[in-house]
């Protein structure tokens, strides 16, 4: 029944910037976490960013790979169900393609589960 689809990608030059969005269609007031993941060609599917949400206006840290803390930053706008992935001080290395993920439990999304994923977009850095 839930749907993400992302959309944001694109190419850009190191040190740009590129916001990705999820727009999250369908039931989705039980599903209370979400994740970005990325995918560079020879590495495996890893999350980047994860978020639970604790109630209607309170939210727990979010947790960043080691790799993009301090440059990307997640968000999640309730009233449109809309995720954002702001990426700053982009590098090559980030180049992959990105994906959101929806689960009840944070859990999965930690393990590289998701009952629900988009079908990805390709971020492209070069220098």
């Known amino acids: 029944q839930v749907q993400l689809a992302e959309s944001g990608g694109g190419s850009v030059q190191a040190g740009g910037s590129l916001r990705l969005s999820c727009v999250v269609t369908?039931?989705?007031?039980?599903?209370?976490?979400y994740a970005w993941f990325r995918q560079a060609p020879g590495k495996e599917r890893d999350w980047v960013a994860v978020?639970?949400?604790?109630?209607?206006?309170?939210?727990?840290?979010?947790k960043y790979a080691d790799s993009v803390k301090g440059r990307f930053i997640m968000s999640k706008e309730n009233a449109g169900d809309t995720l954002y992935l702001q990426m700053n001080s982009l590098q090559p290395e980030d180049s992959a393609m990105y994906y959101c993920?929806?689960?009840?439990?944070?859990?999965?999304?930690?393990?590289?589960?998701?009952?629900?994923w988009g079908q990805g977009t390709q971020v492209t850095v070069s220098s």
């Open positions: 369908g039931y989705t007031k039980e599903f209370y976490s």
């Open positions: 978020i639970e949400n604790l109630g209607p206006t309170r939210y727990a840290d979010t």
């Open positions: 993920a929806a689960d009840f439990r944070i859990e999965n999304l930690l393990a590289g589960l998701g009952d629900y």
